[in-house]
């Protein structure tokens, strides 16, 4: 798992430095030298898609569920004309094949999404953003051919890139932190839940 680790590390970085060079992009217009923060504007409503990889631990217990994770996203951003500062409101809904089975358990994290705020400066079409809220997931338990799920609430924390490649498309990459809170099993007798990173790129339409 660490060399996918260094990989997630090094395809961020990979993917600032496309960012970088696509910086002076041109979007049937001319820029100078002297051009305002806002000649890519972030404001509005958006919608996209996005595709990543999750890995994480369930406590108190030995599984470790990993996998794909694929879904939905949709937000606003706030920026006022000629600043560099955007702000925004996200939520998105994920479908994940996350799971593992050790010795007599089998743990899995079928769904989750979350509700989060984004603050991000602009550096015209290039955006680098922090973002943190509210998450929600399901956790599932299988032993000796019982199961058991439940769905708890908790929270999220990240950062990402966002670059604007044409006037209404922007593509991201962005790392999370989920903590979904721990419930009581009663197939597993003891109080699990499930923490992971997860590391994903995604595509949004600006209306």
Known sequence: MSRFVLGALALIGAGWTMSAQAADLNYGRTYTSNQRFDSFSWAGPYLGGNLGYSWGSVANNPTKPSGFVGGVQAGYNWQQPGSP?????????????????FAPWKFSNPWFGTVRGRAGFA???????????LAFGELRATT????ESHTNAGWTL???AEMGFAPNWSAKI????????????VVTGASNGYRFGLIRAG???RF
């Open 123 to 133: 550096f015209n079409n290039i955006m680098f953003f922090g973002t943190g809220g």
């Open 174 to 185: 962005e790392y999370l932190y989920v903590d979904l809170a721990n419930s009581n099993f």
């Open 144 to 147: 000796f051919g019982l199961s």
């Open 85 to 101: 500062w955007v702000f925004g409101l996200e939520g998105d809904i994920q479908a994940t094949g996350a799971e593992e089975t």
């Open 158 to 160: 990240g950062a990402g």
């Open 203 to 205: 595509v949004n339409y």
